[in-house]
């Protein structure tokens, strides 16, 4: 990156160092952006060097289609709200055979269950992750003072 000094590696004598690094052709130089060093989820002493390449001709694909995180699958709270939720919606559908019309079918309540577990899970996905960066920033912190 010409525009800034990106350290990897910092040893525990005060000393910085640029060991990690990725290289481009010149051609491309225009294709990569936001250059970042970061801390590894894998204890290391050097931090993973990331660049986004984006050619200029490349299409927009968007954000994709959400799936839920694999932390989520250990929620106790996650999964007892949507459990409680399960068996009201089990009892609710009980019912509506009884008085099935377009506004009160099984097929709509299944529905709006699926959207509101989502919703769910989505809220508790962002609280996983505030989290997350809250104590990353942290060990960061912590990691810059020490050194």
């Not at 055979?97 to 577990?117: C, G, S």
């Amino acid at each position: 990156n010409p525009t800034s000094r990106l350290f990897t590696f910092y040893s525990n004598t005060n000393s910085y160092s640029r060991l990690d690094q990725i290289y481009t052709s010149p051609q491309h130089k225009q294709n990569v952006h936001n250059w970042e060093a970061c801390t590894t989820a894998i204890p290391s002493d050097h931090k993973m060097v990331l660049v986004r390449f984006i050619p200029k001709n490349a299409p927009f694909i968007g954000k994709g289609r959400w799936t839920w995180p694999m932390s989520l699958m250990n929620d106790k709270k996650l999964f007892e709200d949507i459990s409680n939720r399960g068996i009201a919606m089990q009892q609710k559908m009980t019912h509506q055979h009884e008085t099935r019309n377009e506004v009160t079918n099984p097929q709509l309540t299944w529905e709006d269950f699926k959207v509101n577990i989502n919703q769910l899970a989505k809220k508790t996905a962002k609280e996983h992750l505030h989290k997350i960066k809250v104590r990353t920033k942290q060990l960061e912190d912590d990691i810059k003072r020490t050194l």
